[in-house]
């Protein structure tokens, strides 16, 4: 079995991590570290664990388990670890930004993998820590990465892309209380979005001469969870050339589906899964690309480097069914 501890057991993505990892075959939950909460049953601060787990949140870390997960506020991970040394054998998953970035992924001796499993799996295996991607980089690197893959990518893309109230983190703000949230929307951080330099990163490692711009907006949406994702630029092939192209990209990948249909975002929410759209007119090509945010946007897509370091099948654990109404 695998021992797993969790750093920053209070927030959205460590409960889903414990959801995901409390019926994981091969993993077994060592502690689940939390300053504000040492010493309360984890379902106080993730209620849907209420009757599944009987486990108290500690303020005490095994620094000798197999892999630790930090589930910590950006720009925090650097700080905990700074004062917290692992067993060399510890392998390390970073939900945050701090070592996403080619000039920020070493760090005292450790060097951190970019952890997008449908470009990097064959270094994610070998791996020993992990830079796991941000929720809007993931849902629209998977949306560029065949274009990019074939050198297709030689316009602007304009992107929008809107995201729920859990993407904002669990601590409240007035952009996540529900009487502002509730029949609202707004954009926010528009085209100078932290995810931008990451997403960039991994389009020029497909595609080293793409120097266009990619133009987002994030949005701010009325739900809790899921990124739903548009994207659309100038491409010259047949859109059945195109469907073919990206299918062909993901044909090992077990949780990425391509479409030519509509597609809604209620098909992956609670899963691992990406959903990717192809439509055209003329010479633009509109991508949809849809994600939990929450799953394969952090903690699924956590767990599934996890599987991959460990020498498992990536899927094992992530098989999860969205519900449709």
């Known amino acids: 079995m695998i021992n797993v501890g969790i750093i920053g057991g209070s927030g959205y993505t460590a409960g889903e991590l ?9 993993a077994k939950l060592d502690f689940v570290y939390s300053t504000t909460n040492a010493g309360k049953q984890l379902s106080v601060a993730h209620h849907d664990l209420m009757g599944d787990i009987e486990m108290n949140f500690t303020d005490t870390v095994n620094h000798n388990v197999n892999v630790v997960f930090l589930c910590l506020g950006h720009g925090k991970s650097i700080q905990f670890l700074e004062h917290n040394q692992f067993a060399s054998h510890t392998k390390i998953i970073d939900l945050g930004n701090d070592f996403r970035l080619t000039k920020d992924k070493e760090f005292n001796g450790k060097s951190f993998v970019y952890g997008l499993p449908e470009l990097n799996k064959a270094n994610i295996k070998n791996a020993q820590y992990i830079a796991n991607p941000g929720c809007f980089a993931t849902a629209i690197q998977l949306a560029l990465l065949p274009l990019a893959a074939d050198g297709l990518l030689n316009n602007d893309v304009h992107i929008n892309a809107t995201t729920g109230s859990t993407g904002a983190g669990v601590s409240p703000s007035e952009t996540t209380h529900f009487s502002w949230r509730s029949n609202n929307m707004s954009h926010y951080k528009a085209f100078d979005h932290q ?14 001469d793409y120097t266009n711009e990619l133009i ?7 739900f809790a969870r899921g990124i739903f994702a548009t994207l659309y630029t100038t491409v010259e092939e047949r859109l059945e050339d195109l469907v073919a192209k990206y299918e062909a990209f993901y044909k090992d990948q077990p949780f990425v589906t391509i479409t030519a249909a509509n597609i809604n975002m209620k098909q992956v929410v609670q899963t691992n899964k990406c959903i990717i759209s192809l439509m055209k007119k003329g010479n633009r090509v509109l991508i949809t690309s849809i994600i939990d945010n929450l799953v394969k946007g952090a903690s699924g897509q956590a767990v599934q480097n996890m599987n991959l370091m460990f020498g498992l099948e990536e899927s094992t654990g992530l098989h999860l069914k969205p519900s449709g109404f």
């Open 216 to 222: 987002f907006v994030p949005n701010r949406g009325d």
């Open 18 to 26: 414990i959801r995901i990892l409390m019926f994981h075959p091969s």
């Open 195 to 208: 995810h931008l330099g990451e997403i960039n990163q991994s389009v020029n490692q497909l595609q080293a």
